[in-house]
């Protein structure tokens, strides 16, 4: 999928991260609130976008606080079950087995990691809102790229991640159905004394879990701030009257 509009604004978003970070104040509701020398007063900001950089700056700070909660636990919870599996191991093969296991939780953690910078980005982006005096149609245009590019990674992560569930989901059940090798055979016979499904096993689902919880709560933090882009440009109903 071609975006021709995302590295223009992921050049923006990365301008606004390395801007002075002492050069902005908060934005206050009361009249004698200033942001800086060059910023446009409150009073000549639309009410309208600034109530929308006041929803992105809040929605970002929440997304970005869970996202980086659920995926630095998952990273660490995997990087400790990769580490005891590969001690575990003893033939190349079982060696494979492992590293198959991670691939595509991994690519999850990665989405997750780049979804974090872009959340990071609408932070910026939002007080940008306020010390430029974006219009309303200006700050729709930027919200609906934000949510478009935001939604189309997430939505990457969400899919290898589940994948990634799938596939270990799978590995647990064939180890489930080698423990018992047969039935009905003699005394101690038929059962596997070794048990071969760890409660290791079970902590990599939840570290999965984990990572999908990340990508959700940062695509359902941007489906959220769809309705101020309804609020800054609503839709014309012109062309339905007609």
Known sequence: MTMPSSPRLLLLLLAAIVADVQSFRPAA?????????????????????????????????????????????????????????????????????????????GVG????????????????????????????????????RVIKFGAVLNLGGLLTSVLGSQYIVGTLVAKSMQNVVGLGGGVGGGVVAAQTLQPLDVLVVQANTNVLSSHFVSLACLLWLTRMVDLLDPPSLDEDDA
């Open 29 to 105: 509701t009361s009249r004698g609130a200033v942001l800086h020398s060059t910023s446009t007063p409150d009073a000549d900001i639309d009410p309208l976008v600034l109530r929308s950089s006041q929803a992105l700056r809040a929605s970002s700070w929440f997304s970005w606080w869970s996202q980086v909660i659920l995926t630095v636990i998952s990273s660490i919870t995997f990087l400790f079950a990769r580490n005891v599996l590969n001690s575990q191991t003893t033939t190349p093969v079982q060696l494979g087995q492992v590293a198959s296991k991670f691939l595509l939780p």
């Open 109 to 144: 953690i990665v989405a997750s990691a780049m979804s974090i910078v872009w959340t990071w980005g609408q932070r910026r982006l939002a007080r940008r809102f306020v010390r430029k005096g974006a219009t309303k149609v200006e700050a729709a245009n930027l919200l609906r």
